[in-house]
Protein backbone atom coordinates (compact mmCIF):
# COMPACT_ATOMS: atom_id res chain seq x y z
CA UNK A 1 0.00 0.00 0.00
CA UNK A 2 1.18 3.13 -0.91
CA UNK A 3 1.52 6.22 1.26
CA UNK A 4 -1.17 8.31 -0.95
CA UNK A 5 -3.87 5.07 -0.08
CA UNK A 6 -2.73 4.91 3.89
CA UNK A 7 -3.38 8.46 4.12
CA UNK A 8 -6.84 8.08 2.70
CA UNK A 9 -7.43 4.98 4.93
CA UNK A 10 -6.75 7.11 7.90
CA UNK A 11 -9.48 9.73 6.99
CA UNK A 12 -12.20 6.48 6.99
CA UNK A 13 -11.17 3.93 9.35
CA UNK A 14 -10.97 3.65 12.82
CA UNK A 15 -7.61 3.56 14.50
CA UNK A 16 -6.13 0.55 15.85
CA UNK A 17 -6.90 0.07 19.69
CA UNK A 18 -4.34 1.84 21.48
CA UNK A 19 -4.19 -1.34 24.05
CA UNK A 20 -3.41 -3.59 20.72
CA UNK A 21 -1.02 -1.26 19.04
CA UNK A 22 1.14 -0.56 22.09
CA UNK A 23 4.20 -2.16 22.83
CA UNK A 24 3.59 -1.42 26.78
CA UNK A 25 0.50 -1.94 28.71
CA UNK A 26 -1.56 0.94 28.89
CA UNK A 27 -3.70 1.99 31.52
CA UNK A 28 -7.80 1.94 30.26
CA UNK A 29 -8.53 5.31 31.13
CA UNK A 30 -5.45 6.75 29.18
CA UNK A 31 -6.38 4.30 26.08
CA UNK A 32 -9.54 5.68 26.26
CA UNK A 33 -8.83 9.00 26.57
CA UNK A 34 -6.64 8.79 23.73
CA UNK A 35 -8.97 6.62 21.41
CA UNK A 36 -11.30 9.69 22.24
CA UNK A 37 -8.94 12.21 20.87
CA UNK A 38 -8.54 10.19 17.52
CA UNK A 39 -12.04 9.76 17.28
CA UNK A 40 -13.17 10.76 13.81
CA UNK A 41 -16.55 12.28 14.99
CA UNK A 42 -15.54 15.55 16.70
CA UNK A 43 -18.50 15.08 19.28
CA UNK A 44 -16.76 12.38 20.55
CA UNK A 45 -13.81 13.70 20.90
CA UNK A 46 -13.26 15.68 24.71
CA UNK A 47 -14.39 18.91 24.68
CA UNK A 48 -11.57 20.91 25.78
CA UNK A 49 -8.04 20.49 26.39
CA UNK A 50 -9.27 21.44 30.61
CA UNK A 51 -10.97 17.97 30.23
CA UNK A 52 -8.10 16.06 28.45
CA UNK A 53 -5.69 17.77 31.14
CA UNK A 54 -7.95 16.60 34.29
CA UNK A 55 -8.32 12.80 32.54
CA UNK A 56 -5.18 12.90 32.53
CA UNK A 57 -4.58 13.65 36.19
CA UNK A 58 -7.14 11.25 36.87
CA UNK A 59 -4.57 8.79 35.61
CA UNK A 60 -1.96 9.53 38.00
CA UNK A 61 0.40 9.13 35.31
CA UNK A 62 0.57 13.15 34.48
CA UNK A 63 3.92 13.13 36.89
CA UNK A 64 5.94 10.04 35.60
CA UNK A 65 6.24 11.76 31.73
CA UNK A 66 8.90 14.55 32.23
CA UNK A 67 10.39 16.21 29.03
CA UNK A 68 13.69 13.74 29.28
CA UNK A 69 11.03 10.75 28.92
CA UNK A 70 9.08 12.18 26.15
CA UNK A 71 12.75 13.20 24.96
CA UNK A 72 14.25 10.22 24.80
CA UNK A 73 11.21 8.05 23.87
CA UNK A 74 10.42 10.26 20.79
CA UNK A 75 14.64 9.64 19.72
CA UNK A 76 13.90 6.05 20.06
CA UNK A 77 10.93 6.26 17.78
CA UNK A 78 12.66 7.94 14.92
CA UNK A 79 15.62 6.16 15.44
CA UNK A 80 13.12 3.27 14.77
CA UNK A 81 11.61 5.14 11.67
CA UNK A 82 14.76 6.04 10.62
CA UNK A 83 15.87 2.45 10.24
CA UNK A 84 12.52 1.36 9.19
CA UNK A 85 13.04 3.40 5.85
CA UNK A 86 14.36 2.09 2.67
CA UNK A 87 15.51 5.47 0.51
CA UNK A 88 14.51 3.14 -2.70
CA UNK A 89 10.96 2.47 -1.74
CA UNK A 90 10.30 6.03 -0.79
CA UNK A 91 11.10 6.61 -4.77
CA UNK A 92 13.16 8.93 -7.09
CA UNK A 93 11.45 12.53 -5.52
CA UNK A 94 13.48 11.41 -2.00
CA UNK A 95 16.51 10.49 -4.15
CA UNK A 96 17.03 13.59 -5.47
CA UNK A 97 15.60 15.57 -2.50
CA UNK A 98 17.99 13.85 -0.15
CA UNK A 99 21.20 14.36 -2.75
CA UNK A 100 20.49 17.98 -2.88
CA UNK A 101 19.59 19.68 -6.72
CA UNK A 102 21.71 18.85 -9.39
CA UNK A 103 24.14 21.53 -10.73
CA UNK A 104 24.96 20.03 -14.29
CA UNK A 105 20.84 20.24 -14.77
CA UNK A 106 20.85 23.83 -13.29
CA UNK A 107 23.32 24.76 -15.78
CA UNK A 108 21.79 23.10 -18.82
CA UNK A 109 18.12 24.92 -17.83
CA UNK A 110 19.85 28.38 -17.25
Known sequence: MGP??????HTVEEPTP???AAEQAIPPALA????QCLAKDPAARPASMGEV???LEAT???DAWTH???????DERRRQTEAKLDPMALGEASTMVAAGPDPEAATQAG
Do not use: S, Y
Open 4 to 9: LEQLVL
Open 18 to 20: LTE
Open 32 to 35: ELVM
Open 53 to 55: ITR
Open 60 to 62: GMI
Open 68 to 74: ERACAFW
